[in-house]
């Protein structure tokens, strides 16, 4: 479902270019669960960043549900990534002046859902995630695992094809993160495709497939069962 | 994004920052409140100007004064009490014409009462008077050519004055003490709606016949003349006839004269208001370019604050347009925010200047719909380049940005 071919990223130009990607090979079937790995300053990001969508890749090829990402306009990028592509980041990134209903309405605030509809649909991912008691406080009301939860629960309100999760527990405790990496693991045992960036082994391990990055270029792979 | 959500998320993202929504909102405050009071102060000047010659009646009144711009001033010599008859006759361009002593402010009694006197303003005048003013008798008559050929003791009175003074009582035939003078009151004018010659200002009026009234104030002096041209051609030939014949009658003395048209005294009204609208319009015009300049400040500042809550909406979807409509829209919000208080202001303002220049205070729903207007297209000028700026960051950056 997502296949990389030749991928490169250089930021700056000349002496200060900054070779970020060198040329990255990779296949992403549906359903996978993959974690990256990699020293800081190894690319892993910024391939997310590629994969994501959420800026164009220097050169190389990029297809993703069969469509050539490079082809599209940044309109329709945007709606590619409302509609096929949820986002969770390591510092929740919730807006912290609405409540908690109103950050997981928000991609279907975009997607041009009916006001019912999606207040309904947000309130069922808060649920799935545990927090249907606390729709209606605002994000700095919540622990560090409660907002992450309601980062989940908001990339999954349009039905994504894939997570994006970049360091998800990075900024959580023990607890906390189990508690994340069990719902992403639910999540991948439920057919969602999981595309995580991490530098913890033991948070990697939920994964089906680790590649380790160094020096923009994919390094190692392992892979620890078949995909069903 | 539809218009509710919209306006919940704008409405959302202001009340975050109370305090500094309301600060940015205060020079387009006083900006709108300007425009209203200059366009009031337009509206309401120009509806006396209209009023006034609805009034006055006729585009063919016309008054002649003695040359103040060449020094002269009107003494006993300037006119002379034959005068408005003589110039009727000679020229058939004067329809009718009369001389008054432009009232000095006098006391009114009445006797035998405890009343404060009242002041009023006495104009001396012959019976031609009325039919030039448009004064209408409400009861009894106006002045006659024989008040004034016999020196009569008889005065016309304003409603006004007929109330203040007699209150219910019929005031025809009633002395009144002019100075030490007593007076028979012969006449009651109409009421006349609020006007800039007559009841404004709370001034009441009284006419007496010219002779008697050059006795009462020992002055022999007659102020100008004024009159109506029979048509509206004719009305240049009746001021140039005018001042011919009073230059040649008072050639001995080498007196000049010039003559206005009603319009043309109106036009000074007019300016005055002008001058008003204009420097009201200018401070207007400077505090909503400063409000503006506020707004389009407050707007930079939070997007730099938030780019990478941008970033973010961008990464859950939001397109370029959906992040441009946000920020305009808290921009326009911002200014719609200053438009209202600014109205209310505004309308407070009109309607003291209406108060104190004894004008119609207008406040129309155009006003209203300028106020809400001007604060819009304000928002969008200075809104743009902001939200512009959010809408056109790219989506990693900003999410990098700390």
Partial sequence: MIRVSGLTMVFGSGDAAVHALRGVDLDIPEGDFVAIMGPSGSGKSTFLTLLGCLERPTSGEYYLDGRDVNTLEDDELADLRNQKLGFVFQSFNLLPRHHVLRNVELPLIYAGAPREERSKRAQELLEQVGLGHRLTHKPSELSGGEQQRVAIARSLANNPLVIFADEPTGNLDTKASSEIMSILQKMHKAGRTIVMVTHEPEIAAYARRIIYFRDGEIVREEVKDELR | MNFADLVQIVWENLRAHRMRAVLTTIGIAIGIAGV??????????????????????????????????????????????????????????????????????????????????????????????????????????????????????????????????????????????????????????????????????????????????????????????????ASEETLDQAISDSVKILESRHSSLNKHYVGTTLEEQLEMVGNVTSVLTTVIGAVAGIALLVGGVGVMNIMLVAVSERTREIGLLKALGARRRDIMQQFLGEAVALCLLGGMVGMIFGIIGAFTIAMVANWPPLISIWTILLAVGFSVIIGIFFGLYPASRAASLSPAEALRHL
Avoid: W
């Avoid at chain 2, 008040?147 to 002395?175: C, M, Q, W, Y």
């Fill in chain 2, 36 to 229: 209203i009071a200059v366009v009031a102060v337009g509206q309401g000047g120009e509806s006396v100007i209209i009023s006034e010659i609805e009034n006055m009646g006729s585009s063919l009144y016309f008054d002649i004064s003695p040359d103040y711009m060449r020094g002269e001033t009107a003494d006993s010599s300037t006119f002379s009490l034959e005068d408005p008859a003589l110039i009727k006759d000679i020229s058939p361009a004067v329809e009718k014409m009369a001389a008054i002593t432009l009232g000095p402010m006098v006391d009114v009694r009445i006797p035998q009462s405890q009343k404060k006197p009242l002041m009023t303003s006495l104009y001396g005048t012959n019976p031609d008077l009325a039919d030039i003013m448009k004064l209408s008798v409400e009861k009894g008559r106006f002045l006659s050519d024989l008040d004034v050929t016999a020196h009569a003791r008889v005065v016309v009175i304003d409603a006004g004055l007929a109330d203040d003074l007699f209150s219910n009582e019929e005031p025809l035939g009633k002395k009144v003490f002019v100075q030490d003078t007593p007076l028979t009151v012969v006449g009651v004018l109409e009421k006349v709606p609020s006007s800039m010659t007559d009841s404004s200002f709370g001034v009441r009026t009284i006419y007496a016949p010219i002779t008697s009234a050059q006795e009462m104030l020992n002055n022999r002096a007659i102020s100008q003349l004024c009159g109506v041209a």
